[in-house]
């Protein structure tokens, strides 16, 4: 079975560009979670939605982020502008139910790099 | 708000022995789960724990919740290479069910 699907894998960009990350959840599941990784901050939630709908958003770090999810299978994280802070793995996890009592499945995620 | 701690934060284990990482919350917790990345991979869920004082164990893994449920541990018996990574705990806050991870414990093993 496929697992979580992110793309691209790897990301490098020059400051003040858009940039579009894809995530594919694991069908069937209906919860979708976006997450952020560097060595200072560890691993933070950005971004939680439950049938496609965002239910927290309180981690997202500022109006340049932005995430949808238009159908149960496809979630996009947009960065406008990009700044080098915003370099990190960023994870998508999905989970069968919601955030309580569910196991996360993590994709590979994807290495961004802002210059 | 909720944070959760997790100590050590690096851990140089020589192969064979034991040892223990702790995580501990600012807040009573709804349940916990502890995962594994390997160097240059992802998170990979390994147990949940919801009960106060719930033990569980995967062969040489060991997980605890304490009876408060503001703190967890995770001890590994007999360390082999395999078990180089970095673990995190992850708690759900009973209060707002935020999820909050911990910094993590990066372990490494010398044979």
């Known amino acids: 079975d496929a697992g979580v699907i992110q793309s691209p894998r790897h990301e490098v960009t020059e400051m003040g560009q858009e940039v579009t990350l894809r995530c594919k959840p694991i069908?069937?599941?209906?919860?979708l979670f976006w997450y952020r990784q560097t060595m200072m901050r560890g691993l933070e939630l950005l971004i939680y939605?439950?049938?496609?709908?965002?239910?927290?958003d309180s981690g997202m770090p500022e109006d340049r982020f932005s995430a949808k999810m238009p159908n149960a299978s496809f979630s996009t994280l947009k960065i406008q502008p990009s700044e080098p802070r915003d370099s990190a793995v960023y994870f998508c996890?999905?989970?069968?139910?919601?955030?309580?009592?569910?196991?996360?499945?993590f994709g590979p995620g994807t290495r961004l790099l802002v210059l | 708000g909720q944070q959760v701690m997790q100590i050590p934060q690096y851990q140089h284990v020589q192969e064979g022995e034991d040892f223990t990482t702790y995580c501990n919350s600012s807040?009573?917790?709804?349940?916990i789960q502890w995962y594994k990345q390997r160097p240059g991979g992802h998170p990979v869920f390994l147990i949940q724990l919801v009960k106060s004082g719930e033990v569980k164990k995967q062969k040489r893994l060991t997980f605890q919740f304490g009876e408060a449920k503001k703190n967890s541990s995770l001890h590994i018996t007999a360390t082999q290479t395999t078990d180089v990574g970095t673990y995190f705990c992850?708690?759900?806050?009973?209060?707002?069910?935020?999820?909050?991870f911990g910094a993590g414990t990066t372990v490494t093993v010398r044979a």
């Open positions: 807040t009573t917790l709804s349940n």
């Open positions: 996890a999905s989970s069968l139910a919601g955030l309580a009592y569910e196991t996360q499945y």
């Open positions: 069908s069937g599941h209906n919860s």
């Open positions: 939605f439950n049938n496609n709908v965002p239910i927290d």
């Open positions: 992850a708690g759900l806050s009973s209060n707002d069910y935020k999820l909050s």
